[in-house]
């Protein structure tokens, strides 16, 4: 690289959301020192992932913090839906964590895995707030689990308001339920990635946005980049989203149009 060769930073594309949906929880930052990456699965914000990898054992550690004092569950789905899933249960009743490893065959109650190949860390319930902590392998163990894999990862979640009488008896989770597409393997926080002194910074958003109640909506926007006095080059981008409006963006897409515009 030249040392007149200018590298432009793209630091914020997404959608700036105006509309405030009341949030139910907030990141815990007790669980973000432990868990470097996490996300909320819902656009609610009721049902918080958070995660952290040891690949030197193939181990992956997860966190799920529930707005409910009932059951959660954490599944992974071939495209998103139940059948062919691998899939976790958990509850606390009366100071008691417990967890379950199950598959689903079907649009059903997952059956329990007669190999339980997932390990509870840590169990609680406070302020009608649920979170377990749970590890297990990276890669599947037998033909009922599924493997976490390079790329998108499809999860499931559900949850309901009260605890199960028995392991049979989980209650439908009814609408507490979703999907969502998540880079595990991948994850990164910018701010750990060391960028040259002379990159360039350039906030790009979508303005005061009054979000429409359709379940989705597609907003466009063309903006022209600085001119610059050397040739440069487009390295890398970090989405900024109004805080408590996580949940609302499912993803964003850059396309060049002309020369200095996105």
Known sequence: RSSDLGIVMLSSFA???????????QVDPNLSLEYPFSLSLDEKEN???YWNLDRNVGVISFAVQVNTPGWVGLGI????????????????????????DRFSMGRSLPLIDSIQNIEL??????????????KRNIKACESKDRSVVVGTTRLIWAYHSIDPDSPDSLLFHERN?????????????????????DVAHVDVTMGKVNVPSASTTYWCKTVTLPKFESEAHFIGYDPVVE???????????ISVRQRYRI
Request: charged content about 15%; aromatic content about 10%; proline content about 6%.
């Open 15 to 25: 959608l700036f959301v105006f509309l405030h949906l009341a949030s139910s929880l």
């Open 47 to 49: 049902y918080w992932l």
């Open 77 to 100: 789905s071939p495209n998103g839906q139940m059948p062919n899933s691998d899939i976790v249960t958990g509850w606390v009743s009366d100071g008691q964590g417990y967890l379950q």
């Open 121 to 134: 860390i840590s169990a609680s319930e406070s302020n009608q707030v649920t979170t377990l902590e749970f």
């Open 177 to 197: 339920m979703g999907w969502r597409s998540v880079n595990l393997l991948d994850a990164r926080n910018t701010d750990d990635i060391p960028f040259p002194d």
């Open 243 to 253: 805080p408590g409006n996580e949940g609302l963006v499912h993803h964003a897409v």
